[in-house]
């Protein structure tokens, strides 16, 4: 139950093109579900997140759609570029609990140019 | 800009050594979190730390131990390093009261280890 899937494992998209990320849960005591984005060589960095009482947030490029009765969020990226390459996890964790997070297992992207 | 340094970027020791791998973070956070990171496995929490001295297991504890002596410092020790431990070692900090739910959780570079 604490699990968080995600899909898929790896992700090849052309420039300009929109990369989809799938996250799904279990848990439903989850309710803050942020996005990790890491470079090759650094540690993971938070891109965006969001919070169960809204369906979409958008930042930028980046989109979470979140589907609460479905137990599902996914990360889009808009006009994928080159310097999105990198790996994304989906996270989740209770904000009335505790201060950890539930790691998806992450998915690499790779935008050709 | 937050910072969280890791003693090393390379580590090689022999089975059976003990082995500290230093953290140290720059903006007094309350919490500090030890992973470890494997291809197709993702991120896994090992310890944790909310205040000096206090420590909790998380995921994957066995063969692990932390100590935390300093708001700024947290160390993760493997006793007796095995090969299955060859991996790479991430520490991570956040604000607390809730803070990695406002500002995230701010990660080192992390630490390659391998053992022979």
């Known amino acids: 139950q604490q699990q968080v899937k995600q899909s898929p494992q790896s992700l090849i998209v052309q420039k300009g093109g929109i990369s989809i990320i799938n996250c799904a849960y279990e848990n439903t005591a989850f309710d803050y579900f942020p996005w990790y984005q890491q470079f090759p060589g650094k540690g993971p960095a938070l891109l965006i997140a969001?919070?169960?009482?809204?369906s979409e947030k958008k930042e930028g490029r980046f989109t979470i759609s979140f589907n609460k009765s479905a137990k599902q969020f996914s990360l889009h990226i808009m006009d994928s570029q080159p310097g999105d390459s990198a790996t994304y996890f989906c996270a989740a964790s209770m904000e009335g609990g505790s201060e950890k997070l539930v790691f998806g297992k992450g998915t690499k992207l790779t935008v050709n140019p | 800009d937050v910072k969280v340094t890791q003693s090393s970027r390379y580590l090689v020791k022999r089975t059976g050594e003990k082995v500290f791998l230093e953290c140290v973070q720059d903006m007094d956070h309350e919490n500090m979190f030890w992973y470890r990171q494997d291809p197709g496995l993702g991120l896994r929490l090992i310890y944790f730390s909310y205040d000096v001295k206090m420590k909790e297991k998380g995921d994957i504890p066995e063969g692990y131990s932390v100590s935390r002596e300093k708001k700024e410092r947290f160390s993760l020790i493997l006793e007796s390093a095995s090969t299955n431990q060859t991996s790479m070692y991430l520490c991570a900090s956040s604000f607390g009261l809730a803070g990695v739910h406002s500002y995230g959780q701010f990660f080192g570079p992390g630490t390659r280890l391998t053992v022979l």
């Open positions: 969001i919070r169960p009482d809204v």
